[in-house]
């Protein structure tokens, strides 16, 4: 129970003063919190140690009577009311099998809390980064028409021939379609993120997950579970069930019993009072008597070939959930090495991209001072700029692909992303 208050809390800290502080009030993840809250309440249903009971009935009586006068005097309606105390002590058979169940169907919900959230989560970085590589490439486009704008103005002021002025003219309206094209980017990227992330807000530092079991084996597991509490049940419907009750009758009018039976053993108290009271048996000559107490044993034994059938069936089920158990852990552990392979990889990228990066600065640096002595033209440095902006977005796409990267293994293990606000 420790651990499902602890899950709970787990989404405020995870998402507060950050980007994902939008994830709080998704409609998928409110609604994975309330399927993982309605799973411990039916837990602590499963659980409680006593249960209450009350039945009440009512009858019309009638009769055939020798000679009729007898009938006057017999009562014309009967009534009954029943009190039991239920107690489980501890789970037992059937008890402990609904208990083990609930408490499979908590661990089932946290499990889906858990892929629900980094999914989410993931989805919000992966919106974050599209949007900043949006915005980036809005930069870039605007940069592109300058530089087309002042390649067409360069060639009318050296008077270039009609297909050279022709062809800048047509760089700077493709020019402006990119520009335009980069806009609408970036508002279906912002549109894209709503709800999902707070675009003004910084984005979390993601390192990398801390690994631990695969959600998918997890899942697994918990079927190999619930196969092995159905193959159980389904044995102990071929052994002799025994009941045992001892009653009491203070009164005709009165019953105690206590009872207990061999699938649960779960005591049951229970107090009925009946009227009309129960007669005494009379012995003709001798007087009459009345039982005052009782002891009753019941044993009962259902064989049959349905039963062995549905033993059978319970033991192919187990052993299917163990198989699938085994493919599970396979695929995870393949499906690890591959993210692990393909991180490396974007690490390799942005390293790659960073160095890129940095050469394209340098190079601008030298052409501006050319520019200072008189050596290169406004329009190279123009070009420069445009290909430093073209190595910042290729730097920033490949970070991206690196969180994503990591995102994808959050999502392997089922690893919530913290953020320290």
């Known amino acids: 129970m420790p651990r499902v208050l602890a899950l709970l809390l787990l989404l405020a800290p995870a998402l507060a003063q950050s980007a994902l502080a939008p994830l709080r009030d998704h409609p998928l993840a409110r609604q994975a919190q309330s399927y993982l809250e309605a799973a411990r309440k039916a837990l602590l249903a499963q659980e409680s140690p006593v249960a209450l009971n009350l039945q009440a009935g009512h009858a019309r009586l009638g009769y055939a009577c020798t000679p009729e006068a007898l009938c006057q005097s017999l009562p014309s309606s009967g009534s009954n009311l029943t009190l039991a105390l239920v107690l489980t002590p501890f789970p037992f058979g059937d008890v ?18 858990r892929r629900t959230l980094t999914a989410l989560q993931a989805q919000a970085v992966a ?25 067409l103005e360069a060639a009318r002021k050296r008077q270039a021939n009609p297909k050279e002025l022709r062809e800048a003219e047509l760089a700077l309206k493709e020019a402006e379609n990119r520009l335009e094209e980069a806009r609408r980017g970036v508002a279906l990227a912002e549109q894209a993120a709503l709800g999902l992330v707070d675009l003004e807000a910084p984005l979390p530092q993601i390192p990398l997950p801390q690994g631990g079991a695969y959600l998918q084996v997890e899942e697994a597991r918990l079927s190999v579970q619930e196969a092995q509490i159905a193959y159980d049940g389904a044995f102990r419907n071929l052994l002799p069930k025994l009941d045992v009750s001892y009653l009491r009758y203070p009164s005709g009018n009165d019953t105690l019993a206590l009872s207990l039976s061999s699938r649960t ?10 009227d009309p009271a129960r007669p005494a048996t009379q012995v003709p000559g001798a007087g009459s008597y009345r039982s005052v107490e009782e002891l009753r044993l019941s044993l ?28 599970a852990e396979a ?6 090495e591959t993210l692990k392979g393909a991180l490396q ?23 501006k001072r ?52």
């Open 345 to 367: 990889s974007a690490e390799a990228a942005l390293a790659l991209a960073q160095l890129r990066l940095e050469g394209e600065r340098k190079a601008l640096e030298e052409v």
């Open 370 to 421: 050319r520019l200072a002595l008189g050596l290169e033209s406004g329009l190279a440095l123009k070009r420069a700029e445009l290909s430093l902006l073209q190595a910042e977005l290729a730097r920033l796409q490949a970070e991206n692909n690196l969180k994503n990267r990591l995102m994808e293994l959050y999502q392997l293990y089922g690893q919530i992303l913290e953020v320290n606000p």
């Open 127 to 151: 919106a974050y980064g599209r949007y900043q590589e949006a915005l980036l490439g809005e930069k870039l486009a605007l940069k592109g028409v300058e530089l087309a704008q002042m390649a």
């Open 331 to 336: 695929q995870a552990r393949l499906q690890e």
């Open 300 to 327: 009962s034994l259902t064989l049959s070939p349905g039963l062995f059938q549905g033993l059978a069936a319970a033991e192919a089920q187990l052993r299917g959930a163990l198989e699938a158990l085994k493919a």
């Open 96 to 113: 402990a099998d609904g208990q083990e169940r609930a408490r499979i169907a908590l661990r089932r919900a946290e499990l889906g809390y």
């Open 265 to 274: 053993l779960q005591p049951t108290l229970s107090y009925t009072r009946q």
